[in-house]
């Protein structure tokens, strides 16, 4: 959702750049698509050189046009106004604007303020580009296809392919450009209303054949933005699929009478359709480049679509006047746009499958819901919408049960017997640093400082069941006495000098992955010597170099059970107040559970039931030897991010198995199964499966990955995405990362207790003043 620069944060990307005119760069520009981004380009170019000859072709007559409405950001109205004044003064005239969100669920009604909306009608935006091009010159060519882009490209100097979704330009090219391009589960359809929404409106229907939403706003002082969606199978059983476009209208209209006020609907031969991401590798090919939806798409429900192209105008002008060559020129608007539409898209890809899975959030509690859907794509979060609208967060809170003047991140809770002070766990993290498995000092200052530091709870690295187990020489272990009492002396030293935090131990072994030297030597390297030989569910190497694992027998199968209860019974008698059976990572018993890793054909490979057998023989062993009262969590791969690997309802799956075993929580990670992985990195990306897990297999769950920011720990807690937040890099970077959250934030409570002798330095030091004095009187001599 579209904001101001203060509402939303850092901006992604400024436009405060003021090439020269005239400036030279490709003199003949073809652009194909008379769209918002390919006029706005022209106008630039035009602007920035007049002496340019320029042709925007568009197949369709002026008037022609999908949808009805379009809404900018303030970023990029602060681009146009920089680019061209005239323009911006021309939209200023037209632009409705507002602030609020409202989202009515199950008969309520909440309200969200302060988020700077400006729309208008989309027919309005073209005609005030097509004047500002005839304006500056520009040849307009409507009802005029394209020549084909070989052709245009030997006749111009430069083409701007802004031919939208169904780019022929990028379907030429497509070996250069290589689109990848994804459908989605979702049937929707844009309509308009002849009245003025007062607010950005989501409103959901539950009906007889599924969920349906709309999403509304204003684009003029008496008309409205209607956009109907829902999935596919919900479309199909509702008949939308038998209906045309004036019953489909009709049809809508009945379903959300209420949102509507009884007011009808209309159309502008409107379609029912899915909507599609496109991803291109490549944005240019020789002198031909992709702009906007020819290049990248992202979901209507966060209002990118003409942002993104505006935004890829602006910054392809700039570049043709900012760089030397043509060559250049594309090859820095190509590194300049990537990396914004990149983390749009991901953004957009978040919202749209928030609302793919609506029905999973229907249960919330209707104040928890409406802070779902505004963070859903993570660009709005706890702190940010906080400063735009601290009643509703207040609100938000006190449902949750948030004691006044506490941070989610701060409330306590609870598994099994043991409660966390705070929801924030010091994630596993292999040190390589112990001898004979034994863990020293090291380890001791390693977990102690980052116990003293606040956190809920602090694990240690994997620690590995037997000597065969290990990853590498520098692993831990608990497989001998001389461990388990050098582990004591770890866990007495957080029990007594960091009261108020927990400290867990994860159990694993390290299966076909073993063997290997230090990570900083060469990580998933075989040794050079000394390696002793591995054991995997089948043997199969993790990489083309590594050593081929011997696939496990019958009776080796209790041989590793056992190793597992000993090394619990001794984790025990360490003093660990809580336990993690380590099944991720492509280790041992993530061996099992993946179908990319198990080819066995006796009872403990083959479908999900048997490659669930021996894990849930090993949890099953475990839990019975550890202590009840103390928990046990598991952590879990939710997909091999491979073709054929683990997929997130596998996840589900697996998830359910461990819960109903006696499972406390699930720890939701994701891949390094097999080499050949290919994941979606992003910020806190592997959260949605541990929010899917959380939903639908009913467990609590620790989400890990890329979660960096107490804004990000307090919005996932919130919207009921986790129940925990683990944060590995972060406490490298800053061991005391939990009580300098509390301290940013204000907080002195329980949930986040300095230790005695830290409690001076429990606000940031003072620095030296740096401002000066401020002008406050005018004097004349």
């Not at 400290?503 to 010597?529: A, C, F, N, Y």
């Not at 099953?620 to 997130?648: H, L």
Request: net charge negative; hydrophobic share 40%; proline share 6%.
């Amino acid at each position: 959702m579209p904001g101001s620069a203060a509402r939303n944060g850092a901006r992604e990307a400024t436009y405060d750049r003021q090439p020269r005119a005239g400036t030279g760069g490709p003199h003949r520009i073809a652009v194909v698509g008379g769209g918002p981004g390919g006029l706005y380009a022209a106008a630039l170019l035009k602007r920035l050189d007049p002496t340019r000859d320029i042709t925007v072709f568009e197949r369709n007559a002026p008037d022609d046009t999908f949808g009805f409405g379009v809404v900018l950001s303030d970023e990029t109205l602060g681009g146009i106004e920089h680019a061209d004044p005239e323009v911006y003064a021309a939209l200023q005239q037209d632009f409705v604007r507002w602030d609020d969100i409202d989202i009515v669920h199950r008969g309520t009604r909440q309200t969200s303020g302060g988020h700077g909306f400006a729309a208008l009608g989309r027919h309005r935006l073209l005609r005030i580009l097509h004047d500002r091009c005839r304006g500056l010159g520009v040849d307009l060519r409507f009802r005029t296809p394209a020549p084909h882009p070989d052709r245009l490209a030997a006749e111009y100097d430069l083409v701007v392919a802004a031919d939208g979704v169904h780019s022929t330009t990028r379907d030429t090219y497509a070996d250069v450009f290589r689109p990848h391009l994804t459908h989605h589960r979702c049937r929707y359809i844009w309509l308009a209303a002849d009245f003025a929404f007062d607010a950005f409106r989501f409103e959901i229907a539950e009906t007889e054949h599924g969920v349906m939403q709309l999403h509304g706003y204003p684009y003029a002082a008496d008309a409205s933005t209607v956009i109907v969606e829902m999935r596919e199978e919900v479309w199909r059983a509702a008949g939308f699929d038998e209906l045309d476009e004036r019953e489909s209208v009709e049809r809508c209209g009945k379903i959300f009478t209420e949102a509507l006020g009884g007011r009808p609907l209309r159309s502008n031969n409107s379609a029912w359709t899915t909507f599609r991401t496109v991803v291109t590798e490549h944005w240019s090919h020789g002198n031909v480049v992709l702009l906007g939806d020819a290049a990248h798409t992202a979901h209507f429900s966060i209002g990118s679509g003409t942002k993104l192209a505006v935004e890829d105008a602006l910054a392809l002008a700039a570049c043709l006047a900012e760089q030397p060559s043509l060559e250049r020129a594309l090859t820095a608007y190509e590194e300049e746009r990537k990396p914004v539409v990149a983390s749009t898209q991901r953004a957009a890809r978040a919202s749209l499958e928030w609302f793919e899975n609506l029905a999973r959030y229907l249960g919330e509690p209707p104040r928890r819901f409406a802070f779902d859907l505004l963070t859903r794509s993570r660009r709005v979060t706890h702190d940010n919408l906080r400063l735009r609208d601290a009643r509703f967060t207040e609100s938000v809170e006190r449902e949750f049960g948030c004691p006044p003047g506490t941070p989610p991140m701060f409330t306590p809770f609870r598994l099994r017997g043991l409660t966390l002070r705070n929801r924030v766990v010091v994630s596993p993290m292999d040190m390589y640093s112990a001898e004979d498995g034994v863990p020293g000092d090291f380890h001791l200052v390693h977990l102690g400082a980052r116990a003293l530091g606040g956190a809920g709870l602090v694990m240690t690295e994997m620690v590995c069941v037997s000597a065969e187990g290990r990853i590498t020489p520098g692993c831990a272990g608990l497989y001998t006495g001389r461990q388990g009492e050098a582990w004591r002396r770890i866990t007495d030293f957080v029990h007594e000098r960091a009261p108020g935090t927990a400290i867990g131990v994860q159990l694993g072994h390290s299966g076909r992955k073993g063997s290997t030297k230090l990570m900083w030597e060469g990580m998933d390297e075989p040794l050079d010597d000394g390696n002793w030989p591995l054991v995997a569910a089948s043997p199969l190497p993790y990489t083309p170099r590594s050593q081929i694992p011997r696939a496990i027998g019958r009776a080796q199968l209790t041989d590793l059970r056992e190793q597992f209860t000993n090394a619990a019974v001794r984790a025990a008698r360490a003093g660990f107040d809580l336990l993690e059976l380590h099944c991720a990572h492509g280790y041992l018993l993530s061996g099992f559970l993946s179908p990319l890793t198990n080819r066995r054909t006796d009872a403990y490979g083959g479908p999900l039931a048997n490659r669930l057998r021996f894990p849930l023989e090993v949890f099953d062993a475990v839990r019975a030897v550890w202590p009840a009262e103390r928990p046990m969590t598991v952590r879990i791969s939710a997909t091999d991010w491979a073709d054929g690997g683990t997929t997130a309802e596998d996840a589900v799956g697996i998830a359910r198995a461990f819960a109903a075993h006696g499972a406390d929580a699930i720890d939701v990670s994701t891949g390094q199964v097999v080499a050949e992985e290919r994941p979606e990195f992003g910020r806190s990306y592997q959260t949605p499966f541990a929010e899917r897990i959380r939903h639908e297999a009913g467990v609590p769950v620790i989400a890990v990955g890329a979660i960096s920011s107490w804004d990000d720990v307090n919005s996932l807690i919130l919207a009921g995405r986790t129940d925990l937040c683990a944060l590995a890099r972060p406490h490298l970077y800053d061991p005391h990362w939990t009580l300098h959250a509390a301290a940013d934030q204000g907080y002195t409570g329980p949930g986040a207790a300095w230790p005695a002798p830290y409690r001076a330095g429990s606000r940031p030091p003072r620095t030296g003043r740096t401002d000066a004095p401020k002008p406050r009187l005018g004097l004349s001599g």
